[in-house]
């Protein structure tokens, strides 16, 4: 006899334990709590995933999630449409709009490029960005990037695209700093990052942060 | 503007952070996840809550959460049906089943008093096993709900009931066993459980757990 009571219900503990980072014991309390739940709230629950997976947008100029063709961002005449700040996915989009410190414009890769998963260049938005800059009117991209081995070679590979398609010059290609959170005690600030920042410190200038 | 690039994915991250212990952050990403995997796996992650919520069958006997009228632990002429375990909910049955140590039948009250929340005696199913008992042939009750207030107030109640029924004296009433739970070091043992552990001593069988 299965561990469940109900075929019913295991596969929907199944299905809920296929998320990641959800075990099979939350995955049980999570299906029985849908089960308390009315039939329009359980309707309501499955219908926003299905909707999402059918009806999702992806803007045409940055391919960050959207309900348009053209994202508020990319559509918007408020933004900075000559910076681009190059990033992983969605959520880095959204922190970094959080942050409230940006007003350029996004290209959302998708990924980034890991040989160990199987995912190269062709696999995420670079060619795209490439059109976009030879394009004309950009003038600086920002690659804000993970800082991890496939972060720095994803940078790499395509700071070497624009230099092979003539466009490093016209271009400024910059990153986002490296070096100690601000609020971090050094103590707890790993090696790498504690070495890096000595030799990459920068002027004190009274005051500014 | 939102601070979501798409109303769709905001209604799919409201839907999933409304699970219990699931905050936006890691809604999100769950979201992103399944916006990730194919249109067929949506649809059978979706389906899988609302067919079980639609489908879903309580045992006549039991109320256990089922695929037929009766389950198959109350179905089964291997299980012996003089003796009921009563306990507060569908994952108490499999935890106790997973322990395989009992071969008795269940009693799911599907929640216990708790007069905070609003839950009295007629919310949860006692009345239902009052008339299992008064069916005849049952031998012995055993009542397995939490060692909270609210447990033992239902414990009570249910006690009070068996005698008001006339029926304290044919059916022993147990408990399960409350003590030192078995790998725990003493230190680490709260001082109630300990206190209660030495109170209720039991004899030294040599060896016995």
Redesign the interface.
């Given at each position: 006899?299965s561990?469940?009571?109900?075929?019913?219900?295991e596969?929907?503990v199944?299905?809920?334990a296929?998320?990641?980072?959800?075990g099979r014991k939350?995955a049980?309390?999570?299906?029985?709590?849908?089960?308390r739940?009315s039939?329009q709230d359980?309707?309501?629950?499955?219908?926003?995933?299905?909707?999402?997976?059918?009806?999702?947008?992806y803007c045409r100029e940055c391919h960050?999630?959207?309900?348009s063709e053209l994202?508020?961002?990319c559509s918007s005449s408020r933004r900075d449409h000559s910076t681009i700040c190059v990033v992983e996915?969605?959520?880095d989009?959204?922190s970094i709009?959080?942050t409230g410190q940006y007003n350029g414009v996004y290209h959302v890769l998708g990924g980034i490029i890991s040989p160990m998963d199987g995912i190269g260049p062709k696999e995420i938005e670079i060619d795209s960005l490439m059109e976009r800059i030879a394009k004309g009117g950009v003038e600086e991209i920002i690659l804000a990037l993970p800082t991890t081995m496939e972060g720095d070679t994803t940078n790499f590979y395509i700071f070497r695209r624009l230099q092979n398609a003539g466009l490093a010059q016209s271009v400024k290609v910059s990153q986002l700093a490296r070096g100690v959170a601000i609020g971090n005690e050094l103590e707890y600030t790993d090696e790498i990052t504690l070495g890096r920042s000595i030799l990459n410190r920068t002027e004190f200038r009274g005051g500014e942060k």
């Open positions: 006899m561990e469940y009571p109900s075929i019913l219900l596969q929907a199944n299905q809920m296929s998320l990641p980072g959800v939350t049980l309390r999570l299906v029985l709590h849908l089960l739940q039939d359980v309707q309501a629950f499955a219908g926003a995933f299905t909707r999402l997976k059918q009806e999702v947008v960050n999630i959207s309900d994202c508020p961002i996915n969605v959520q989009v959204m709009e959080n």
